[in-house]
């Protein structure tokens, strides 16, 4: 029955896939933690114009996958479909200009409606990390650098690339986009329709378009690099050079390029094949005009966002971290005070399992699923006893604990 089926593009997270994820999740807040981002959250939702500004009337985000509506005050709404605009907004509603460098570190669901394929949903979920009020490349540096150390912390760095380029500044990209709008112009009648309308809001991303017709055309366009001045390119040795200080190698590819105008200097992808074909897990770059273009004050900011199921996908199966003691009551007399003693032992800091029924079988073999690292059974002969049974579960041996010492036998296994 379809309705008893989640919607298209979304999953329902089981404890298995759940493990995996917030693991990645909460290794990206220890390691950013390390670095000195706090963590903070926007809103899910936020006036669409918040996400039209900043992400380009034109991208295929906002024609496309963003999930907007009206609201019953009749105001424009838009589920985010990522973290950067809702977190520039925050800065600014905030006056966190005072206090600028700002160093936050997000994670959460982002929404956005694309065809579903291996490891991207239209509900899935991000981690990110921007540095806000830094205008030098020290900046963009430690950014990479939280990437890198979290693929490696996640045991996938030697699965990825970290690839990098220079958008150059403001002054260089105004010049580039005269040449490279020169060069597609003569080449119009090749052109898709989608890269036609780019060509006279953002040609740089004709460079991102999956045309054979367009890719055949830019494969001669002319590159940025060709084009940097003077304070471009020492800003992009800079970043070269400080990732090779501290141990990031990175490839050089002139054609990673961003298409809105906000964007500069320095943009970055890690990216994988292991996930089919080759792609971005971790990707980001320094956006030094964004806020201005929202309404605020210019102020220099650099970030990055990774998809975390992408990346739950690339570490595999987490084992459950909490191996509890299993509670195996037999007879209604033996649950009555299972349920005490289990109540006990929860309240002075033990994870404890209570098996509801079953013969001592099926117990045992719940207590195998849930990973138990010991068994604590009660039946008649125990109660008589003020007693119980404790089997570890590792080895099999077991042994007779009078009730008033079970909570300091059981230490053992904390």
Partial sequence: MASLQPVRGTHDLLPADFRAQRHVQDTAAEIALRYGFEEATPPIFEFT???????????DVVTKEMYTFDDRGGDSITLRPEFTAGLARAFMSNGLQQSVPVKLFARGPVFRYERPQKGRLRQ??????????????????EVIAVGAHLLRELGIADDVVLQINSLGDPESRLAYRDTLVAYLEGHKDKLSEESLTRLEKNPLRIFDSKDEGDRAVMVDAPLLHEHLNDHSREFFETVQNGLEDIGVASTFNPRLVRGLDYY???AFEFVTDTLGSQGAV???GRYDGLMEQMGGRPTPGIGWAAGVERLAMMVG???AAVHPIA????GAEAARKAMIIAQDLRNAGYNVDLGYSGNMGKRMKRADKVGAVAAVIIGDDELARDAATVRNMSSGEQAEVPLQNLGEHLTQYR
């Fill in 317 to 319: 199966d987490i084992a």
């Fill in 264 to 266: 500069s200097h320095t």
């Fill in 327 to 330: 509670m195996i009551p037999m």
């Fill in 49 to 59: 114009e918040v996400f039209q500004r900043t992400l380009g009337e034109t991208s």
């Fill in 282 to 284: 971790l990707a980001g």
């Fill in 124 to 141: 899935f979920h991000q981690v990110d990390v921007e540095i806000l009020g830094v205008p030098g490349p020290q900046a963009d540096i």
